[in-house]
Nanobody, 115 residues
Framework: QVQLVESGGGLVQAGGSLRLSCAAS????????MGWFRRAPGKEREFVAS???????DYVDSVKGRFTISRDNVNNMMYLQMNSLKPEDTAVYYC?????????WGQGTQVTVSS
């Protein structure tokens, strides 16, 4: 089993920055794909970014150039640096991990961007 805990969310003005962290415990996650997802009010959960064990990354188009995903396999951590935040980035952000598919999910951290 893998337990994931997100932190770093909060309230920020448009144009500001936040850095989300995801701490993994239990089994190591170094060989697992890890990702960030978000769910905005009244919307379906959507993919935000992913990073493989080899640090290949992928992003949804709406965050490219603004968000950066990274991971620290030694300390079982994953991060999402979010810059130039927009009100439409407001959502609960979840980290996830797995082999091929995302089997493990955190409880989420709220990000609110005010205009």
């Amino acid at each position: 089993q893998v337990q994931l805990v997100e932190s770093g969310g909060g309230l920020v003005q448009a144009g500001g920055s936040l850095r989300l962290s995801c701490a993994a415990s239990g089994r190591p996650v170094s060989r697992r794909i890890m990702g960030w997802f978000r769910r905005a009010p009244g919307k379906e959960r959507e993919f935000v970014a992913s990073i493989t064990s080899g640090s290949s990354t992928d992003y949804v188009d709406s965050v490219k150039g603004r968000f950066t995903i990274s991971r620290d396999n030694v300390n079982n951590m994953m991060y999402l640096q979010m810059n130039s935040l927009k009100p439409e980035d407001t959502a609960v952000y979840y980290c996830a991990a797995g082999f091929g598919t995302y089997q493990y999910w955190g409880q989420g951290t709220q990000v609110t961007v005010s205009s």
